[in-house]
């Protein structure tokens, strides 16, 4: 990286990110939104993705992909290729829930009491979480960079159209396409020992063109030892199995995909809570 970036302001660009701010805020009025693109970027927000364009690890900020509950997902440009930006909200109303998913980790023991030391955690874990993934041959988007809320990954698209969700896909061969995504769960399982904990259609891009998947929002994933890993991975694997099923596959039982993806047998009273529910 080009050591002179590091100290020339380039006002050009952080007028580049202000303007954009300016569109989304514009663009957003009508529904609402307003208040959300205000809050994801707080002042410290903007002067880190500002010291991110001058580390050279994007040029622009190209708007919005995703505005969440807990995150929004940005496009960015460099020359050299496209990348998502994840920018966890500072005030996530889902604070809570995140504590439940962070408690249980012995690598994030030191919790701290500030919300935004969590929050900045919360990015730290996806990036990990990712990065372990991806070490173990998961199809997952490449973790570049985390800095506080901030988690910068490689762009799931092509030019400006992102893939879209597995729930709005059509699926040619939704077979083939159970047995990976089963085999994907095992793979975290075993290999990159994590449960997804929020696997849904709704967190799997889909190329049709390619029939490839890749698996995202891993910010809640835990490790195998949590104490809720069971009860996480039953839920992950019923929403998998529902979602198939209504494509008419023939499915696995429950508890038998729990054993073939772990190699012990679950709670009997986990599963039938998970099937209930
Ligand atoms: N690496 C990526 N490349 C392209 N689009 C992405 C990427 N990561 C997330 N997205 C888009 O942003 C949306 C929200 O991201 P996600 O990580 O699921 O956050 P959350 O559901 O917590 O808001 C996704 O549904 C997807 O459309
Ligand atoms: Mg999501």
Redesign the pocket.
């Known amino acids: 990286m080009d050591s002179n970036k590091e100290d020339s302001y380039d006002f050009d660009k952080l007028d580049h990110i202000d303007r954009k701010i300016d569109e989304n805020r514009v663009r957003k009025k009508d529904d609402d939104r307003l208040k959300l693109v205000e809050t994801v970027f707080d002042e410290k927000t903007r002067l880190i993705l500002f010291s991110m364009i001058s580390k050279g690890y994007f040029d622009a900020l190209e708007g919005a ?2 505005t ?1 509950k ?2 929004n ?1 940005y496009f960015a440009t460099s020359k050299e290729e496209s990348i ?1 930006i ?1 920018i966890f909200r500072i005030d996530a109303p889902s604070f809570k829930k995140m504590r439940g998913y962070i408690e249980g980790d012995y690598r994030f023991k030191k919790i701290r009491g500030k919300r935004s030391g969590f929050i900045e955690m919360w990015a730290k874990k996806e990036f990990k979480n990712l990065k372990r993934m991806a070490e173990h041959d998961v199809p997952v ?1 490449q973790p570049i960079y985390v800095e506080r809320n901030i988690l910068l ?5 092509e030019g400006d159209s ?2 879209p ?1 597995l729930r709005d896909c059509h699926v040619n061969k939704p077979k083939k396409l159970y047995k990976n995504l089963i085999e994907t769960v095992r793979t975290i399982y075993r290999d990159a020992k994590l449960v997804h904990a929020d696997l849904s259609a709704y ?1 799997i ?1 889909y190329n049709e063109v390619k029939e490839e998947f890749f698996i ?2 891993v910010s809640q994933a835990v490790l195998t030892d949590h104490p809720k890993s069971s009860e996480f991975l039953l839920r992950d694997l019923n929403n998998i199995n529902q979602y198939f099923q209504g494509f008419g596959v023939d499915i696995i039982p429950l508890d038998k995909i729990f054993t073939w993806v772990t190699g012990f047998e679950a709670n009997e009273i986990l599963i039938y809570e998970t099937l209930n529910k």
């Open positions: 992909i995703s969440g807990e995150a997902v998502a994840k988007p990954m490689e762009y799931l698209g992102v893939l969700l967190n891009l995202i929002d």
